[in-house]
């Protein structure tokens, strides 16, 4: 299997424990040998909307999960995803760096929100 990036959206499930189905994939997922990957632009998504109770909390999914460092080669191919799919699908900024980032290291991703990310060559988690 291929290693897993995980979206705001998802994390945001975890760190509050509503969703079962998403606990029982993330447990699941937890126990595997997979490596649990985020983008900087996910930290940044939870730490701006984070409620000061759930920082202890955040500290530790954080601290569990690897954040995959956005390079130039990322920010390139973001670039490219912006020019094609912001008008016409609005894709912003922060999904086209997370969509570059799965396609450069050819990873998986792991979101709720498959529309925001219509480009081909991504696979989901």
Not at 1 to 21: G, Q, Y
Not at 37 to 59: D, F, I, K, M, Y
Not at 87 to 108: M, P, Q, W
Request: overall charge neutral.
């Amino acid at each position: 299997m291929k290693s897993v990036l995980i979206d705001s959206d998802i994390l945001i499930e975890v760190s509050r424990a509503r969703d079962t189905s998403v606990l029982g994939r993330w447990d699941q997922l937890s126990r595997s040998d997979t490596p649990l990957l985020c983008s900087p632009v996910t930290v940044t998504e939870l730490w701006h909307g984070a409620r000061p109770q759930e920082h202890a909390t955040l500290n530790a999914l954080f601290a569990v999960i690897n954040c995959i460092p956005i390079d130039a080669r990322i920010g390139i191919r973001a670039g490219e995803y912006l020019r094609a799919f912001a008008k016409s699908h609005h894709v912003e900024l922060g999904d086209a760096l997370i969509a570059a980032t799965v396609s450069i290291h050819k990873l998986e991703l792991w979101t709720r929100n498959r529309r925001h990310y219509p480009m081909k060559d991504i696979s989901f988690y």
